[in-house]
């Protein structure tokens, strides 16, 4: 389960300025739906590599207009073909199917969004291609090993090559993509939440034993996290239960308690939209669950949001 400031900070409905932790689990989220955008082998590859880390090649035949310079306005060839139309809104709606399109695709993880590599942050002299082709290779050796060590190797390989020195949760999303992949898993696990709790921290001296167990450690971790999580769910779903075997048989209270379980958080404008009632219909609906009813997240009058936390 995500944490409320979490999803709300993904909503963009911060409750008040981000902190630095918050925007890094934000950049972790993120790039576990990269993961999760496609079937489970793509993650393991270039283009899966390129697109969690967010950069990729920058469109040569963009034009770019250059500041400060006037434009002719005789020359047809500065402005779009569809600038001098009939209709005023057309150059603007075809705009904005344009950024909806890129927005898709970013989204989907098929276009990385291009960034620019500050040599006063980066190191000049790492090539960080040469070391995915390495850690590629590493994957692709282990390929018949049992899921656990395949992907316990391939985790203590990204962390060898220095991978993503600033992203560190990226190893253990692609050793997490590796389970899934593997079919040991339908999910990814949430093995940077394991790693946190458990007490394995590699110095870069330990034995392979010494590496596979640590590993072993981290993975149980996330499992019993994902149990806590999964144990809540089920609590909340049988007290919700209680208060819908005495509704009626055309009663939107069972789906209400489906859309709490599906959702990290349930506000009274979703909930309206996604059963097609009305607002007053939902409030009534939150009312009959009453002790039941999950946990208000965000403490607004204005705005307020239920969930399973």
């Known amino acids: 389960m995500f944490p409320p400031h979490l999803v709300l900070h993904d909503a963009g409905m911060d409750v008040r300025h981000p902190t630095h932790e918050l925007t890094r689990a934000a950049a972790a989220l993120r790039a576990r739906r990269t993961a999760m955008a ?68 970013v989204l989907a993880g098929e276009t990385p969004l291009p960034k620019s590599r500050s040599h ?49 949760w990226h190893g253990l999303i692609m050793a997490a993509s590796i389970l899934r992949a593997r079919g040991l898993t339908c999910h990814l696990l949430p093995l940077a939440a394991g790693f946190k709790q ?54 939107k209270l069972p789906e209400l308690v489906e859309l709490f379980l599906s959702r990290p958080l349930v506000t009274v404008p979703l909930g309206a939209k996604l059963l097609k009632v009305t607002p007053k219909a939902v409030d009534l609906m939150l009312a009959q669950l009453g002790g039941a009813l999950p946990r208000e997240l965000t403490g607004r009058t204005r705005y307020r949001a239920w969930g399973i936390v």
Not at 77 to 92: G, L, S, T
Not at 126 to 150: C, F, G, H, M
Not at 222 to 246: G, P
């Open 198 to 251: 458990s007490r394995f921290r590699p110095q870069g001296r330990e034995g392979a034993a010494e590496k596979l167990e640590g590993f072993c450690q981290v993975l149980e971790e996330a499992l019993a996290i994902a149990h806590k999580d999964l144990d809540r769910l089920i609590l909340a779903r049988e007290l919700m239960s209680r208060v819908t075997a005495k509704t009626r048989s055309n009663s």
């Open 38 to 105: 496609r079937k489970a082998p793509w993650p393991l590859s270039i283009d899966g590599l390129a697109a969690l880390r967010g950069v990729g090649p920058v469109a040569e035949d963009k034009p770019v207009r250059i500041k400060g310079k006037r434009v002719d306005p005789e020359d047809d060839e500065a402005y779009p073909p569809y600038a001098n139309d009939a209709d005023p809104w057309k150059a603007h709606f075809a705009e904005i199917d344009a950024l909806l399109d890129r927005t898709s695709k």
């Open 120 to 168: 006063l942050v980066y190191d000049p002299d790492q090539d960080e291609a040469e070391n995915e082709d390495l850690w590629l290779d590493v994957v692709k050796r282990t390929s018949s090993w049992p899921a656990i060590a395949a992907a316990a190797v391939a985790w203590n390989a990204w962390l060898d090559l220095n991978l993503y020195t600033r992203l560190p």
